[in-house]
């Protein structure tokens, strides 16, 4: 009951009250001067107006037991109820989360963008101070000149190092034949300037084919002299230029037009999930499959280091290119440490590249999704359905730009990597355990970064595919209440929609990735049964 009730209850009781007393002293008087009952009655207008008081006092009691029985009713059923309801402060919902939409691109940024967005800032494709206050100031500027300038000296170092040590020992000719044995010659007089005679034992290292190895004057001080590296420029130079163009292209992307376009999409495809798609669900399972990727990428770039790590225990510091045999033990570890540096860099670049474009095609994919089972559940209309399909082609068509020729450019090296990879470990006659390991473990390191923006590119055309089976569908059995004239112009407008990803320029499909693996095997199963690859004696 309201406090104004219970103020006019309160002033009902104290007339009520003066009614009754006013009353009882004018009967008392009537009675002393001995008047009659009905001059008393008729003397007294007081006890009519009690009256009146005393029923609306009435009703206002009632009106006050009602709304006490009223609210223990709703209090008994409220704690009775299997549902329990909280009241809460509701002040801060709009500075927290105004749509299920907004907290999942919160989290999608928190989770996944921002990690992304340190890679970028590692590889200096992202300037340092652009969320601090005032991002102009000296120190950030002094700070994003010198970065990528210490970032492209160290690309160029790794380089040159991998030309000079003959990094991963790539030579098919020879880095496939056994490690030579020394062979010791016979001690030969050697005649100083001095004049006397000096007997010297000399010794040299013979291989197969007849190339020295070694060639010293004292038994326990030489060192093994391995031959230069050949086909530099296919092995070593175009592909580090391939990958220099990548850095570029990236940097530029990235740092100079600071586009945002992974960010763009993320908004587009989070906002498209209607209630019919769970909403929640199927955004919740994105964000978990991107971070998935980013922590495959982080897992390669791990890989990469450990690859380097295994050749090193394989061949060793001290086997490398004469040049850096020259140098001294020492500073053949501190140019390694370096190089394991620069290594990090180059693959963390690579892992930028592809993480994006894999990304992309996974959103597009859900985003793709999305259209299509509303057009199978008939929720849509088709000309929203047709500006969606617009959306896609667009986003592909961004796809398709820089990023997919930065991708191009990665794969081509990578590939090239798994080649000779492949090669080597056909050709590989050492049967030291270790050498086995390190031939095997190479080009798979590789070749997981070849398939991986392959594989996403084809799923995502597969998926683009189904908007022709479901436009034939519609024509043929209706949708909603379009006219058959709508219908043949959403069926002539998919069918002129091209939605494809494509790398070198060229459309990734399943049937084109399947039909080239299976040929690539029988080719070699050809090679082998003939002996034209590998020894007769191995079990190939």
């Known amino acids: 009951m309201s406090s104004k009730s219970e103020s006019e209850l309160e002033d009902l009781q104290s007339k009520s009250m003066e009614l009754q007393d006013n009353s009882s002293s004018d009967s008392f008087s009537n009675i002393k001067n001995g008047a009659p009952s009905h001059v008393m009655m008729a003397s007294s207008p007081a006890e009519s107006d009690l009256s009146e008081l005393n029923v609306r006092k009435d009703s206002y009691v009632e009106l006050l037991r009602g709304h006490e029985n009223q609210t223990l009713s709703s209090v008994t059923d409220s704690t009775s109820s299997a549902v329990r309801v909280t009241i809460n402060d509701c002040d801060g919902w709009q500075t927290t989360s105004v749509t299920l939409t907004t907290t999942a691109l919160r989290r999608c940024k928190q989770q996944v963008l921002k990690p ?20 102009n ?9 010198f970065y990528p300038a210490c970032i492209v000296a160290l690309l160029w170092y790794t380089y040159v190092y991998e030309v000079i040590a003959c990094q991963w020992k790539l030579n098919v000719r020879t880095d496939t034949q056994k490690t030579p044995e020394i062979v010791v010659g016979p001690a030969m007089p050697i005649f100083p300037s001095n004049g006397t005679n000096t007997t010297v034992a000399t010794f ?35 592909p580090n230029l391939l990958h220099f163009v990548a850095f570029v292209m990236g940097y530029f992307y990235f740092r100079v037009q600071e586009n945002e376009q992974l960010y763009a999409l993320m908004e587009k495809v ?13 955004q919740a399972q994105m964000i978990k499959k991107l971070r998935i ?37 020492p500073w053949q570890w501190a140019l390694f440490g370096i190089e394991m540096l620069g290594i990090m860099v180059l693959n963390s670049v690579n892992c930028a590249v592809i993480v994006n474009y894999a990304t992309q095609c996974e959103m597009l994919i859900f985003y793709v999704k999305g259209i299509t089972t509303r057009l199978q559940e008939k929720s849509v209309d088709l000309k929203a359905a047709m500006k969606d399909i617009l959306t896609v082609r667009h986003s592909i068509g961004s796809l398709n730009g820089p990023m997919a020729q930065m991708t191009s450019l990665a794969v081509v090296r990578f590939s090239e990597l798994t080649v000779i990879g492949v090669s080597i470990l056909i050709l590989n006659e050492d049967n030291e355990a270790k050498i086995w390991v390190y031939r095997s473990v190479f080009p798979m390191v590789w070749a997981i970064m070849v398939v991986f923006p392959l594989v996403q590119a084809a799923r995502m055309n597969t998926v683009c595919s189904k908007f022709k089976q479901i436009a034939l569908e519609t024509r043929i059995f209706g949708y909603q209440n379009s006219s058959q004239l709508e219908l043949d112009s959403f069926l002539v407008f998919v069918g002129h929609t091209r939605l494809r990803a494509k790398l070198f320029h060229i459309p990734v499909r399943a049937s084109y990735l399947i039909g080239f693996l ?5 080719i070699l199963l050809l090679l082998f049964q003939t002996s034209s690859i590998g020894p007769a004696s191995q079990i190939f």
């Open 270 to 282: 989070f906002l498209q999930a209607t209630p019919m798609l769970g909403r929640v669900t199927p």
């Open 518 to 522: 299976v040929l690539t095997l029988f």
């Open 204 to 238: 040299t290292a013979i291989s197969e084919n007849g190339n020295i190895m070694i060639n010293a004057n004292n038994r326990t001080d030489y060192t093994i002299l391995t031959p230069a590296c050949e086909h530099i420029v296919t092995t070593y130079v175009i």
């Open 116 to 135: 992304y967005s340190w890679l970028l800032t590692f590889i200096s494709w992202k300037a340092f101070g652009r969320e601090s206050i005032s991002p």
């Open 293 to 329: 990727f980013l922590a495959f990428g982080a897992l390669w770039v791990v890989l990469t280091l450990g690859l380097q790590v295994l050749f090193l225990t394989v061949f060793g510091i001290n086997r490398q290119n004469t040049t850096l045999a020259h140098t001294g033990l």
């Open 137 to 145: 100031k000296c120190g950030w500027q002094f700070l994003n000149v």
